[in-house]
């Protein structure tokens, strides 16, 4: 059982799919995943957002993930390949996770979120997007 935060991190890397940067570019440039940035608006603001990717801020996603929920997005579909990153991949693990649990399989998340797919020298857009 976790006792920390970190703690719940490392388990929920452990149980999930976890992308270096490489592989989840390759996923971005095919096309084949839906992908969503976690992150607050100001980090986005501030660090860059990969191009062409989605925004649900971590506290919405399980509500726009939710297909009962009134903040329901159509976009979040069970069935769909969805990748996931924050700013260092925290988040984005514990996020895939929680969707898990709201019945999606076909989760992945950026490990090392952003600032691996930055040091990785892969496209980053300034500002936000969508």
Not at 19 to 35: D, I, Q, R
Request: charged fraction near 20%; glycine fraction near 8%; proline fraction near 5%.
């Amino acid at each position: 059982m976790a006792s920390t935060a970190a703690d719940m991190v490392a388990e929920a890397k452990a149980s999930i799919e976890n992308l270096n940067p490489e592989e989840a570019f390759t996923e971005y440039e095919s096309g084949v995943a839906f992908f969503v940035d976690i992150r607050d608006s100001e980090e986005r603001e501030t660090s860059g957002v990969i191009p062409n990717t989605h925004h649900a801020p971590r506290g919405m996603v399980e509500l726009y993930a939710d297909p009962t929920s009134p903040y329901h997005r159509e976009e979040f579909d069970p069935n769909r390949r969805i990748v996931l990153y924050c700013a260092s991949g925290g988040r984005s693990a514990l996020t895939a996770v929680t969707l898990r649990q709201l019945g999606y399989t076909n989760l992945a998340h950026v490990d090392g979120g952003i600032k691996a797919w930055q040091a990785a020298g892969l496209p980053v857009a300034l500002g936000h997007a969508r």
